[in-house]
């Protein structure tokens, strides 16, 4: 260690050349493309009410005519569905893409009293009665309308000259209008679109168009001006946080424009000349408008789609990242070739030789999964700091956990904490518990880490996901299964110096960019409350501090036990005196590592407001992080941090594919094996760990399909359904003297039920799953338990309240 200051100095140096060689001035032109199509012109002298898609296919409606265009974009059919209806005057349309509904109206009037839904049967536009959508609460003047997959809004002006916005779940089985207070001003609106959780309206105001914001949890925000006038109901939502306008700013013709409704600041797309424009509608991942053709006679359309450039890795960054993942392999088989393989204490728990602070590194190292590297810098972007409250509370829940806890199960010499189970209860619990611990380690959590990865090669390779998750997943497989704990550990190590060192190095790089530097970079995050930490309100559907208290409660203190990913670490090493020392190393090392993942999305935030040109409409908020990386990061550079995106994932990855393994092995396979013997044990584990990669790579591969706005937040709820009712039979076997198997059993299985009757209801924040099947499995198992004989064992070592000498030896499990 003494020779590392020079090459650290001479990194350090190179970094810095290459940063200072990238001029930020260079990239101010915009990521995003566009591509315009001429469609074939609609030969009509009626004007048109609206334009639409339906289920992807563009629909023009007249007063009494509407026409499709075919499937393969060659001509205007006339169709059989007359807009006209008995229900009232049709007075616009409004739809996402997908879905479409009808406004109609009083006849010889603007206003708008009911809605229908628009669909497509047999290829013919109709009007679809079930469920049936009620007529408004009140008649809208000047209205605007918007739907997403779920809602549909209605905003304008009431009778009494009143602004008013109506919202409607169009899913329900029985849907009814939701009607809101209006925004400030009572302008009408010239624009209305819904952006995930929200809605968006501009109105017209002193000093140009305004832009505000409506979610129901904070009511109305005004967003800021304008920067020209929007086509009136040209809004539409694309990706996760961005919205189209077309604007004409007086200077030319109308051009589209994105609302990043995050940072709050515009940016306009190039190429995108819409000139005469009279009507639009979401189609694909563009706009198909609607303006006067060229020489008089009927209308011509276009569709503007925005297209994504491949952000590829140059020479240097591969160079970087196969020699970080050579060296992964090399340790793993450096491990392979030194350790010998007919000792399962040396392939689960490393022979109990690994030094406290090597374990504290790597249960650091684990818990920090790509998870934190991708997912915690895009909450932060999006929200603020108050997830990190977890982390600092976190901290004192580690000390007890240090002090009680794990000294208490190390003095066992257990390899699967689900030992400790059988020990005190019933071999049933036992499996039962390690059985659930590896679907929740398989299904939410390994499929989440290997996605996350997956998903920043994609972005910054243009290679497809699919194939990331397998290049990913086959990596880790391999060094996992060859070098077995002291592999993992000490690749952990050298994993959490990668990782951090990319990410300070991201950090700081975004202030160079800034004129102002740090004092630019504080005052736009302030501005924005990006840093708020602490929430001392008692709403519990959002994350509070006291929520943080209750979720760290149970979530560390209490379930700390049953993770065998981390508690496996403290296994490993010599003593309960350094086991304890390892959770002490982990604690002082979360708090400042924290700060440092969360700041990397207030930094994003600040970097992407001053550049909104430079982001990704189409793009998830979860790419945010690897949009960054690869657009604007120096060569070489990218590469670092594309390894400590490696890192961060392969650490998490290898611990559970080790942990899985020991499970399988010790659980299962030596409970259930007529002749167990250590090199069988050792040999079934590599299989488990091979077996275990492959379906957390099946797992991440479906998960791709789907389209999730926060997969920090299904990780979390995943954890919470799947995680808490075992953790409640080890609270009351180590606190209690009283709890019995049959109780325990009878508090699990209830636990579970009820919270999945919680979630079923959407009662609270996805935080508190866990707390609440956790208290349910203690308070329901304990009165259970006082229902059945006390144990009439001896507990000695097997709870808090009785006292072992340092030669306790473990005892043999006892049913009850």
Not at 510 to 537: M, R, Y
Request: proline share 5%; net charge positive.
């Amino acid at each position: 260690m003494s020779h590392s200051p020079l090459p650290m100095r001479a990194l350090l140096a190179v970094l810095l050349l290459l940063a200072t060689a990238w001029s930020p001035l260079t990239h101010a032109e915009s990521l995003s493309k566009v591509k315009t199509t001429a469609l074939p012109t609609l030969a009509t002298d009626q004007p048109l009410i609206g334009l639409v898609a339906v289920e992807g296919r563009p629909l023009a409606i007249g007063a009494d005519q509407a026409w499709m265009l075919d499937s393969r974009g060659g001509s205007w059919t006339a169709l059989n569905w007359k807009p006209a209806a008995a229900s009232g005057e049709l007075k616009s349309v409004v739809g996402n893409g997908q879905l479409a509904f009808l406004l109609r109206g009083p006849a010889q009037s603007s206003a708008v009293a009911s809605v229908e839904r628009l669909g497509l049967i047999n290829g013919q536009p109709t009007v679809t009665p079930l469920p049936p959508l009620p007529p408004l609460p009140v008649v809208v003047e000047g209205a605007r309308a918007a739907a997403n997959a779920d809602n549909v809004y209605v905003a304008g002006i009431d009778a009494n000259g009143q602004a008013v916005l109506l919202s409607l779940v169009s899913t329900a089985t029985k849907p009814e209008w939701k009607k809101s207070a209006g925004w400030p001003g009572n302008a009408s609106p010239t624009s209305l679109v819904a952006q995930t959780s929200a809605v968006f309206v501009t109105v017209p105001a002193a000093g140009g168009e305004r832009i505000l914001r409506w979610a129901a949890d904070s009511g109305w925000q005004d967003k800021g001006r304008v920067p020209g006038k929007i086509v009136p109901g040209s809004a539409r939502a694309i990706g996760q946080a961005h919205v189209i306008y077309l604007v004409a700013d007086g200077s030319g013709p109308a051009q589209m424009r994105t609302f990043q409704t995050i940072t709050g600041s515009w940016a306009t797309l190039p190429d995108s000349d819409a000139a005469g424009v009279f009507a639009t509608a979401a189609l694909d991942n563009g706009v198909l408008w609607a303006r006067p053709a060229a020489d008089g006679k009927g209308i011509a359309f276009e569709s503007t789609q925005i297209q994504s450039g491949k952000l590829l890795l140059r020479w240097l960054d591969w160079i970087v990242i196969v020699v970080y993942l050579g060296a992964m392999l090399g340790m793993g088989f450096y491990f392979y070739i030194r350790e010998k393989r007919n000792s399962t204490s040396d392939f689960f728990v490393g022979g109990r030789t690994i030094p406290f602070w090597a374990a504290g590194v790597s249960l650091y190292a684990a818990n920090t999964s790509s998870i934190s590297f991708i997912a915690i810098p895009a909450k932060a972007f999006e929200t603020n700091w108050q997830y990190l409250t977890n982390n600092l509370v976190a901290v004192l829940g580690l000390m007890f956990v240090a002090v009680w806890i794990v000294p208490l199960l190390r003095r066992l010499n257990l390899m699967s904490v689900f030992s400790y189970l059988e020990t005190r209860f019933h071999p049933t619990i036992r499996m039962l518990a390690s059985a659930l611990c590896i679907i929740m380690q398989i299904g939410s959590r390994m499929s989440v880490v290997l996605f996350l990865p997956a998903l920043a090669i994609a972005t910054i390779t243009g290679i497809r996901v699919e194939w990331s998750i397998l290049m990913m997943g086959g990596f880790t497989i391999i060094y996992t299964a060859m070098g077995g704990m002291k592999a993992v550990i000490w690749t952990d190590f050298v994993q959490v110096i990668v990782k951090m060192g990319g990410a300070i190095f991201a950090i700081l790089f975004i202030v160079w960019t800034l004129k102002g530097g740090f004092g630019e970079f504080h005052d736009i995050a302030q501005a924005a409350d990006k840093t708020k930490l602490l929430d001392f309100s008692f709403d519990l559907t959002k994350a509070t501090v006291w929520g943080f208290i209750f979720l760290v409660l149970f979530d560390v203190v209490l379930t700390f036990p049953k993770d065998q990913v981390l508690m496996q670490r403290t296994l490993s090493t010599k003593s309960d005196k350094e086991a304890g020392r390892s959770i002490w190393a982990f604690a002082l090392i979360m708090i400042p590592g924290g700060f440092i993942f969360y700041s990397i999305g207030t930094a994003l935030f600040v970097y992407y407001k001053n550049n909104p040109e430079r982001m990704n409409p189409l793009l998830p908020i979860d790419a945010t992080f690897p949009l960054f990386i690869a657009a604007e990061l120096p060569m070489g550079v990218t590469g670092l941090i594309i390894a400590g995106i490696f890192a961060a994932a392969m650490a998490t990855l290898s611990s559970i594919m080790n942990s899985v393994a020991t499970l399988a092995s010790v659980d299962f396979y030596e409970k259930l094996s007529k002749n167990p013997t250590p090199k069988k044990s050792v040999l079934f584990a590599e299989i488990a760990t091979v077996a275990t990669g492959l379906l957390g790579i099946g797992v991440a591969l479906l998960l791709s399909r789907f389209d999730i706005h926060s997969l920090f937040d299904v990780s979390i709820e995943l954890a919470g359904l799947l995680g808490g009712g075992f953790a409640g039979a080890y609270t009351l076997g180590m606190f209690t003297r009283r709890a019995n198997s049959a109780g325990v059993a009878i508090g699990v299985a209830s636990s579970i039920g009820l919270t999945l009757l919680a979630w079923s209801m959407d009662l609270v924040h996805p935080y508190f799953y866990l707390a609440i099947s956790i208290m349910l499995c203690i308070v329901i198992g304990y009165l259970a338990s006082l229902l059945f004989p006390a144990p009439t064992r001896d507990l000695d070592g097997l709870t808090i309240w009785v006292k072992s000498d340092s030669n306790y030896v473990k005892p043999e499990p006892v049913r009850q």
